[in-house]
């Protein structure tokens, strides 16, 4: 079967089509700088010649508001376009655990306008909505910074590690579409506060972090099921410290 991902080169992308190429799949790990850009239409028609399933990965290089939301609406219509086109039988996108009850973040509001096109094309599709990666716990820890001082939100969260959001990537491009969503998280319960102090201490950071239930998470407040997947939804298998420690060198960089 042919599967084309989109954003095939990032953290999910790479590590979805080693699992779907094992399994002797011709996957097109597609990305603009192989020639393929969802946003403006370069390369898709090509790309997704025979293919059989699109899993979307691609995200916004920019994250204002006005920027994000011309990029996954521009990028979700000339996608589902070229899919239409090809006769793709499921389209798959990654989406975000929560993003529907928080209107007030343009990020979330982008996510459920991507949502709202797949929806509507009609194309067989599953959207998966995924808690937060632990790879992006180092971002989430520079986002607050002041000086030595890192202020993020004191609500709980349930991250999950890349490996196992890439365990369902996978499993779901071999799957029937389920034409609705499916949610995924981590194993464990956290306050986000708590686990990026553990996280800083843990890789000899210095700087001080300070739980604020105001503080602003891609520009919106939180409460404490804003990021926290509904019961019945599948959990990873990697706890905190299973990720640590065979997380890569460069554990406190952005994702």
């Known amino acids: 079967m042919k599967i084309v991902i989109i954003g095939g080169t990032g953290l999910i992308g790479s590590k ?27 390369g898709l028609d090509k790309a997704l010649a025979g293919a059989q399933v699109v899993i979307d990965l691609a995200n916004s290089p920019s994250f204002e508001d006005k ?14 376009m070229a899919e239409k086109t090809a006769g793709v039988k499921h389209h798959i996108a990654l989406s ?5 009850q928080l209107p007030g973040s343009g990020y979330m509001r982008a996510k459920m306008a991507q949502e709202k096109l797949i929806r509507g094309s009609g194309i067989p599709y599953t959207i998966v909505h995924s808690t937060q990666f632990l790879e992006f716990l180092g971002g989430i820890a520079q986002s607050g910074t002041v ?23 996978a499993d779901v491009a071999l799957s029937q579409p389920i ?34 239930p105001h503080a602003l998470y891609f520009g919106t407040e939180l409460d404490d099921r804003s ?11 990697k706890s905190f410290e299973d990720w640590f420690e065979h997380a890569p060198p460069r554990r406190s960089g952005v994702a």
């Not at 920027?67 to 589902?80: P, Q, S, Y």
């Not at 975000?96 to 529907?100: L, N, S």
């Not at 926290?228 to 298998?237: K, Q």
């Open 16 to 42: 979805t089509a080693d699992r779907l190429s094992v399994k002797g799949h011709d996957v097109l790990a597609a990305s603009p700088s192989g020639g393929v850009n969802t946003f403006t239409g370069e």
């Open 227 to 237: 990021l926290v997947p509904d019961a019945g939804s599948r959990l990873g298998s």
């Open 147 to 169: 000086g030595d001082t890192v202020t993020v939100s004191s609500a709980y969260f349930q991250p999950i590690a890349s490996d196992d959001v890439a365990d369902v990537m």
């Open 179 to 212: 034409n609705g969503v499916m949610e995924i998280g981590g194993p464990e319960l956290f306050r986000m506060n708590e686990l990026v102090a553990r996280f800083l201490q843990l890789t000899n950071d210095p700087r001080k972090v300070i739980g604020d």
């Open 67 to 80: 920027a994000v939301l011309e990029f996954f609406e521009t990028a979700g219509k000339n996608l589902l």
């Open 96 to 100: 975000i655990v929560g993003a529907e």
